[in-house]
């Protein structure tokens, strides 16, 4: 079993619509969690990071952990067809050097 | 700041060859990463390097990759001979503290072993 799981999609979208996109994990040990965005042929560009339960929100965009239940979340709101993209949640250990990745969620937002 | 920059964009050689890739973090960042995707796969950690010390090299698949940081700065990471199965694209990612830092990624080099 992979340590962390993400909503496969794709998911296409209308512009201005409200997405949320969603990683399950099972390693109690996480303590920092990312999203990252990824345009085609470009490396993943960070979008939040957060550490304790709760939500954090910049801009359009919300991201929500529940360490209770292993589990985050990335809402946007009001979707742009800039949007489209790969998002990619990652996590890691408190004091730890590497991340663990999802496989990525694949967004497409139609004007 | 100039961000994490990597060489080659994309390189193609055929199986049997060495291929080197170099990565140069973000000045002043003492943690370096490498990570490979593979098709279909997930973003996968390789190794990483506090300055030019290997902190942790358990994601390297073999004694086949090879990965140095001389000095501390730039980072190569060589694959000798390369076999099909190391297609993927090679990202290298730096930060400033290990853990609790988010990190900064290249745009990766695609590596096609044909």
């Known amino acids: 079993q992979k340590e962390v799981e993400q909503d496969p999609g794709p998911l296409s979208v209308p512009e201005g619509a409200i997405v949320s996109l969603n990683c399950t994990y099972s390693?109690?040990?996480?303590?920092?969690f990312m999203w990252y965005r990824q345009y085609s042929r470009k490396g993943p560009e960070l979008l939040m990071y957060t550490y304790s339960s709760g939500n954090k929100e910049d801009g359009r965009f919300t991201a929500q952990v529940d360490k209770s239940s292993k589990y985050i979340s990335l809402f946007i709101r009001d979707s742009q067809p800039s949007d489209s993209a790969t998002y990619l949640c990652?996590?890691?250990?408190?004091?730890?050097?590497?991340?663990?990745f999802g496989d990525g969620t694949t967004l497409t937002v139609k004007p | 700041e100039a961000g994490v920059t990597q060489f080659p964009s994309h390189s193609v050689i055929e199986k049997g060859q060495t291929v080197t890739l170099r990565c140069d973090p973000i000045?002043?960042?003492?943690?370096l990463y490498w990570y490979r995707r593979v098709m279909g796969k997930e973003i996968k950690f390789l190794l990483h390097f506090v300055k030019e010390s290997k902190q942790d090299e358990s994601g390297m698949p073999n004694n086949r990759f090879l990965a140095e940081r001389t000095g501390g700065t730039y980072s190569t990471l060589k694959v000798q001979p390369a076999e099909l199965e190391d297609s993927g694209v090679y990202f290298c990612?730096?930060?400033?503290?290990?853990?609790?830092?988010?990190?900064?990624f290249g745009n990766g080099t695609r590596l096609t072993v044909t």
């Open positions: 990612a730096s930060s400033q503290v290990q853990g609790s830092s988010p990190l900064h």
């Open positions: 990652a996590m890691t250990r408190f004091n730890a050097g590497k991340s663990t």
């Open positions: 390693n109690s040990a996480f303590q920092y």
């Open positions: 000045s002043g960042h003492d943690n």
